[in-house]
């Protein structure tokens, strides 16, 4: 699996006087198995570009290549595409439709055209990957807790088999348990079923635990393409478009400003712990070794 | 007695059971005394479900308790009669941007408050003028709030809010759906009414980096108050708070780390410079001790 | 996207027209309406075109932006130009099958789509120049003496007003619920009408919940803020009649007068 990005251009109402780029010339390569974080200030077209990836939204320039097949070639079809590549929107709980959660579950594998088994058989498969046992098969969706909701509509898409799974801010207003929770279950979903993972966060902190790459989108460009490490040692440049590096990053620079010798590349609270240990037991065993 | 204080206060849900016959009660809020102080920061935190709203909903009297009573600056909420002053005094903002502007056009928005309360026309534009000054979106009077950012939404309800002339606001999630500049945007405007108007703030979040600044810390579990203390006397207790759902600012889970791995710093370190400082002088202790 | 949807959207300028008294422009409203069913010769369409397109360039709302709140009501307007085209009885100028058209289906389907536009040209051109708070304002007054027959028009004026607040935003849900859906594989597109009308129930209980959540949202935060009613409620913007107002009250009925004369005496 792959998708190719080839000059991909967007605009709204092309042609009139109102038109705005939504998307400016992003060449990119999202490979199989990868686990990729988009960051951006809202309206930096984060949301405009991931729509692009399943055949939402069409762009007006460049070309988009699936598995080395462009998917604007005459005939090619973006239900197919749809499902290979899942989209789970913001707030996905507010698309929950049925009766009960299986159902609903079931009715993305029911328009890829399989059976009622077989789609009752991946939606139960889904529903346990995220978490969810089998006491919420036939409880209704609007009876259960937010975070549960959340679970249920991400199986929705999970049930599509889908090889390519995009999250836009999956853990938008839940508690820091429930984030931690969905983002620990996305990271199964990638270490364990092999899915490749598109997440899109307003959160340096969580981005810098799980991902292994980072997008950053700022008005329609794509600016900075590596891994987080990389990215965020480019903290200034971010804070100029609305963004940050983590809290920790800020504190292993203040604390080399003032003169402690620690590394600064740090972007996890494990990370900077282990990098200040490091230096204090430097500086013990330094003075020690002097008599 | 605080602006806000409640005694006791329970309050029930009803629902249908399974079957569809018999009712069941679910308990959204148990026995919760609290006594809010005019002028004070006063954050609730407290994981989805743990019955944070519900509470904040007695403060403006939408909700009235089952059990208990609750006094808005010495009304009690059940007095009917009372019910148009206690609104004034504890206005409330909500979670959803959209779903609480009115009018079509800012400025209209913010005077819909005065307007229901009665207020003669020329002192609405004083106070609609004074409260789109507040929260700084002068600049933004004559539009529509569609065209708003969901930070601008959530200043342009608080300034609503504010031309009721409240002593206390009361906001519940504003920043759960907003970006990470629009939570500061929000965060700064309702310090500032603490700080500068002396106006009594009821923030509720799950947002830790939040609350840092707050005077005073209420955290709710299952209904009730499971923690009342000072941001440092909260974040200290960092194993007590992760097995209520939360959390702490990444600042003091470094702190805290640091702290049980041996290295000697204070209990609970909110502030990034404080950090800082104390691990400088560790270090210093360090070398000097050698 | 539906920031293009400017059908019962403020324009936010400065102009005469906006500056008007709300009651004044329904006023207005009331008589193109009026005079629009009256007119039955060109000169009275004339007439109309004239007055129509005299009030838009004082109302400063580009022509263009009026012009694109005609495609909602397209459909509309291609039907019974259709239907007054062929089948309306007269001299056949042309005859293919069983179809004719007629020499007075020509002019009458005409004649049916001029009315049309105006008719929603006028009344885009009252909510381009009026906010949603100023139309409620002037409906309740206006119609303030349907209150003697119970008639609760404080509150039909506001539901007005909130309805018009709150559609580009169920627009854009619907919008999103719809891309959310067809992300899961549904589809809205192809097949017949039973398959395309079960295709929106997925579509439709969620924007329906939505909906409703939204407004039990809305009623809490109105009560929140004191609204209980049009009892004791005072205005930020009262309602006063200028003299512009009373010059377009005379323009307007002179306008009425030389549409009827127009009708009586061609």
Known sequence: ?291 | MGIIKAEDLSYNYIKLGEDEKTEEVSEAVRNVSIDIHAGEFVAILGHNGSGKSTLAKHMNALLLPTEGTIWIDGRDSRDEDALLAIRQTAGMVFQNPDNQIVAGVVEEDVGFGPENMGVPTEEIWERVDRSLEAVGMTAYRKSSPNRLSGGQKQRVAIAGVMAMEPKCIVLDEPTAMLDPGGRREVIRTVRELNRKKGITVILITHYMEEVIHADRIYVMDEGQVAMEGTPEEIFTQVERLKELRLDVPQVTELAYGLRKRGVPLSPCILDEEQLVKEILEVRAGNVHNA | MMRDITLGQYYPVQSPIHKLDPRTKLFGTVILIAALFVADNIFCYILAAAAVFAVIAASRVPVRHILKGLKPVLFLLIFSVIFNLFLTDGKVLVQFWIFKITREGILRSLLMAVRLIFLVMGTSLLTFTTTPNQLTDGLEKGLGFLKVIRIPVHEFAMIMSIALRFIPILVEETDRIMKAQTARGADFESGGLIKRGKAMIPLLVPLFISAFRRAADLAQAMEARCYHGGDGRTKMKPLRYRAADRISYVVMLAFLGADIALRVLL
């Open chain 1, 1 to 291: 699996m792959s998708i190719t990005l080839d000059h991909v251009e967007y605009k709204y109402s092309e042609g009139t006087p109102m038109e705005t780029e939504a998307l400016h010339d992003v060449s990119l390569e999202i490979r199989d198995g990868e686990f990729i974080g988009l960051i951006g200030h809202t309206g930096s077209g984060k949301s405009t570009l991931i729509q692009h990836l399943n055949g939402l939204m069409r762009a007006t320039g460049g070309d988009i290549l699936y598995n080395g097949e462009s998917i604007y070639r005459e005939g090619y079809s973006m239900k197919e595409l749809r499902s290979h590549v899942g989209l789970v929107f913001q707030y996905p709980e507010y698309q929950l439709f049925e009766s009960d959660v299986l159902s609903d579950v079931c009715f993305g594998p029911k328009n890829q055209g399989l059976s009622e088994e077989q789609a009752k058989a991946r939606a139960i498969e889904a529903l346990r990957l995220v978490g969810m046992g089998e006491e919420y098969d036939k409880r209704s969706p609007f009876d259960l807790s937010g975070g549960q909701k959340r679970r249920a509509a991400i199986a929705g898409v999970l049930a599509m088999k889908p090889e390519v799974l995009i999250l836009d801010e999956p853990t938008a207003g839940l508690d820091p348990k429930g984030r931690d929770e969905i983002l620990g279950q996305i990271a199964r979903l990638h270490r364990e079923q092999g899915l490749t993972v598109i997440l899109v966060s307003h959160s340096m902190e969580d981005v810098a635990v799980y991902v292994d790459r980072l997008l950053v989108m700022d008005h329609g460009r794509l600016r900075f393409d590596g891994a987080p490490r990389e990215v965020f040692s480019h903290y200034r440049e971010l804070e100029e478009i609305g963004l940050a590096a983590p809290r920790v990053t800020y504190i292993a620079h203040a604390l080399k400003e003032a003169g402690f010798p620690v590394r600064t590349d740090v972007i996890t609270v494990a990370e900077a712990e282990e990098a200040i240990l490091c230096t204090l037991n430097g500086t013990n065993e330094r003075e020690k070794a002097t008599p």
